[in-house]
């Protein structure tokens, strides 16, 4: 556990322009879903006219939309306070968070074998090829995770920021007896 804290923003009524200017704040990748897909791409301003419903992250902070008819219910995760003023029509969430922790999410999929497409994973157990826009993509790393953080209260985890999308190499949870 650190000493720094998360802050969560959010705005119930937020325009399509607006929305597209805060997914342009260093986000690098995003969660996107409707009723018949879900998918992880790269950060881009036309998600929210795409997808009614997602989740940009990058290393600083994460951006949450819903839309909710014709504008969006927004809601901003970081650990640096700034800019989001309640005359703008920001709202703070209750000051409850008081400490963060580091979290590795475990995303399904092992890398797939065709090389002319290097981000699509397969899991035997959904019935569709995942994409995962990795960087840097080694084939000998043979998972996908998100760096995020937990936004706790009382030690609680009341929130997850997504933080970075990275390949990484499983751990061994074998015990070597001596």
Same mark, same amino acid.
């Given at each position: 556990? %650190?000493? #720094? &804290? *998360?802050?969560? &923003? %959010?705005?119930?009524?937020? %325009?399509? @322009?607006?929305?597209?200017?805060l997914l342009c704040s260093e986000l690098?990748?995003? &969660?996107?879903? #409707?009723?018949d897909e879900a998918r992880m791409l790269p950060c881009a301003t036309d998600l929210p006219e795409l997808w009614p419903c997602g989740r940009?992250?990058?290393?600083?902070?994460?951006?949450?939309?819903?839309?909710? *008819?014709e504008h969006y219910h927004v809601d901003v995760l970081t650990e640096t306070p700034n800019g989001f003023s309640a005359d703008d029509g920001w709202m703070r969430a209750a000051n409850m968070i008081d400490g963060i922790n580091e979290r590795e999410i475990l995303l399904w *999929?092992?890398? *797939?074998?065709?090389? @002319? !497409?290097?981000?699509v994973w397969i899991e035997m157990r959904i019935p569709r090829?995942?994409?995962y826009p990795v960087d840097d993509l080694q084939r000998a790393?043979? #998972?996908?995770?998100?760096?995020? &953080? @937990?936004?706790?209260?009382?030690h609680i985890p009341v929130a997850t920021r997504w933080a970075v999308l990275k390949q990484d190499r499983p751990t !061994? !949870?074998?015990?070597?007896?001596?």
């Open positions: 556990m %650190t000493d #720094r &804290y *998360g802050v969560i &923003y %959010t705005h119930k009524d937020i %325009t399509l @322009d607006a929305l597209q200017k690098k990748w995003a &969660y996107v879903s #409707r009723l940009a992250f990058g290393p600083k902070q994460e951006v949450r939309w819903q839309q909710t *008819g *999929g092992e890398l *797939g074998e065709h090389s @002319d !497409s290097p981000e090829p995942l994409y790393l043979l #998972r996908v995770v998100v760096q995020g &953080y @937990d936004y706790t209260a009382a !061994s !949870s074998c015990v070597q007896e001596a």
